[in-house]
């Protein structure tokens, strides 16, 4: 960050930006700890689902991504609301919708109900990471955002490390209990915290520095004068499919697209490939789910400062798309020894949350700045397709191959070309400057 004359009442850009991320940061994280739960704690609860509802693994996984198709339509709609309301009314009201919305799943009975009610979930939450995206971005200079998205998206790792082994205590402390299935106890009590978050939301966030009750004068003078014009107004007269005319943005697309079967295709089944390798014993599962987690956190932290010292961006995305790709196929290749497996499995997991921490920080140098909020928009929505390609060809694949682990395949392969077209979108040729 370059040096700022200031007097003793400012404090430096370090103690500055810090106090803001104390405020900000762990609420967020809770929220989308919560928020990422939602979409992934149904992975906990799959045989019994699978029992219960009467169907297959295919399904399931089709379940699973149609929550992408919900996500991917209310994108646009979802920004609409963005701009009319802010983004604390915005993040506020996509919370309790989506902790409404998990409630309805204690009443389904069909495989029907279960894909309708995973579609509108998506339609639910489709605003939210956009929302907090722009949030970040009204609050930090670009010389943070790395590490300032990274400590956000730590949620991933959190809902997993945290959510694994709470899901599979409510599985197993909740079954039966007044004749309701263990699945919907889970999903009916961890979509309560959601609803209280919302509310949290509407009372301690504000919808910018500008109106930061809590910051006082010369303070919030010192934020607004350090942050570059695009982090204070975002508005873009530009054609919605303008962005669409350049490589660049349909090259991220493609990225996109890989990040997110990686990181769906892998969170979704982990606990079940788990339980392929490791095989641990009833009320264990959770703990073992916990570890790959715990591992991601640690690795998208390192990732991301590294990123940031050493002002690269290409190879911390590519490494880790190929750290996928290797550990996956040796996930495969060595099975039947379980704990050498799991440590594979686990830097696999570790290395596709470090592409998802990485994907959009690579945008402002590539994207021409009159398309950066619209290419965005498309990256975000047309890439978010893989969330339902990598669940669903999971599961496809294990039910046509007859192998409990096949479906690695489709997620190595995708890992791969992630990395191809990082390094070539990212290569001098056709970067440009934001």
Not at 201 to 226: E, F, H, N, Y
Not at 227 to 250: G, Y
Request: with cysteine.
């Amino acid at each position: 960050m370059p040096p700022h004359a200031q007097d003793d009442s400012v404090p430096s850009d370090h103690t500055l930006f810090r106090v803001a991320v104390r405020r900000i940061i762990p609420l967020l994280v809770v929220c989308y700890m919560f928020s990422y739960l939602d979409r992934i704690n149904l992975s906990f609860a799959r045989a019994a689902m699978e029992q219960d509802l009467h169907f297959s693994d295919a399904t399931f996984g089709l379940g699973a991504g149609l929550f992408f198709v919900g996500y991917i339509v209310f994108q646009v709609p979802s920004a609409l609301l963005l701009e009319k309301f802010g983004p604390r009314r915005t993040i506020a009201t996509i919370m309790i919708a989506w902790s409404l919305i998990s409630f309805l799943f204690v009443i389904i009975s069909t495989a029907w109900e279960f894909c309708a009610l995973r579609v509108l979930l998506g339609a639910a939450e489709a605003g939210f990471y956009p929302a907090v995206l722009y949030y970040l971005a009204l609050w930090f200079p670009d010389s943070i955002r790395a590490r300032v998205t990274t400590g956000f998206l730590i949620a991933i790792p959190l809902s997993g490390a945290i959510g694994g082994p709470v899901s599979t205590y409510l599985l197993g402390a909740f079954d039966q209990v007044l004749s309701v299935p263990a699945w919907k106890w889970m999903i009916l009590i961890e979509a309560i915290p959601p609803l209280l978050l919302g509310l949290t939301v509407l009372k301690r966030l504000d919808d910018g520095p500008a109106s930061a009750s809590w910051l006082d004068a010369p303070t919030k003078q010192a934020i607004l004068t350090r942050l570059p014009p695009q982090n204070i107004s975002t508005n873009d007269t530009t054609s919605v499919f303008a962005a669409l005319k350049q490589p660049e943005v349909l090259l991220l697309v493609v990225i996109c697209f890989c990040q997110a079967v990686c990181n769906y295709g892998i969170v979704f089944w982990v606990p079940t490939f788990i339980e392929q390798v490791i095989a641990p014993a009833p009320g264990q599962l959770g703990f073992y789910t916990a570890i790959p987690f715990a591992v991601a956190a640690v690795a998208m932290v390192l990732n991301a400062r590294s990123s940031d010292r050493h002002n690269e961006r290409c190879w911390h995305l590519t490494g880790p798309f190929l750290t996928v790709a290797l550990c996956l196929v040796l996930t495969f290749l060595l099975q039947s020894h379980g704990a050498i497996a799991l440590v594979f499995l686990t830097i696999a997991l570790a290395a596709a949350l470090c592409v998802t921490a990485m994907i959009f920080t690579v945008t402002p140098h590539v994207l021409e700045k009159r398309t950066l909020a619209t290419g965005l928009a498309w990256i975000n929505s047309l890439g978010a397709i893989g969330g339902l390609v990598g669940p669903y060809g999971i599961g496809w694949m294990r039910e046509h191959l007859h192998s409990p682990l096949s479906g690695v395949f489709l997620v190595a392969a995708c890992a791969t070309l992630g990395a191809i077209t990082t390094v070539y979108t990212l290569s001098p040729p056709v970067r440009r400057t934001a």
